[in-house]
Nanobody
Framework: QVQLVESGGGSVQAGGSLRVSCVAS????????MGWFRQAIGKEREGVAA????????DYADSVKGRFTISRDNAKNTLYLQMDSLKPEDTAMYYC?????????????????????WGQGTQVTVSS
């Protein structure tokens, strides 16, 4: 069955960096758009970034543009999110997700409804 397992979260001071990873299994990884989402306490889950199946195209939320970089290694079935210049407002549980359908990420990449499979999440905490 499809499994997504995140790792790499932790605590860091503002201005620091972290890289979170997501290892996928149970399907042909390189055929699906993948996304990173986050959910802070008391807030709705929001799209952070997405990457096309071949890694050619990426999209980012305005709040992370220029600070976060999404990438993927299809040979290793692994998705990454490099987070630089972290801010306290980046504190959240971070989830990787696989888009439901076999297609590019599209203009609605940020909508959780477009993704069917989710990892268990990894906590990122940024202190001021």
């Amino acid at each position: 069955q499809v499994q997504l397992v995140e790792s790499g979260g932790g605590s860091v001071q503002a201005g620091g960096s972290l890289r979170v990873s997501c290892v996928a299994s149970g399907y042909t990884y390189g055929r699906y758009c993948m996304g990173w989402f986050r959910q802070a306490i008391g807030k709705e889950r929001e799209g952070v970034a997405a990457i096309s199946p071949a890694g050619t195209y990426t999209d980012y939320a305005d709040s992370v543009k220029g600070r976060f970089t999404i990438s993927r290694d299809n040979a290793k079935n692994t998705l990454y999110l490099q987070m630089d210049s972290l801010k306290p407002e980046d504190t959240a549980m971070y989830y990787c997700a696989r888009k439901t359908s076999l297609s590019e990420c599209g203009s609605t990449w940020y909508s959780p409804d477009r993704y069917f499979y989710w990892g268990q999440g990894t906590q990122v905490t940024v202190s001021s």
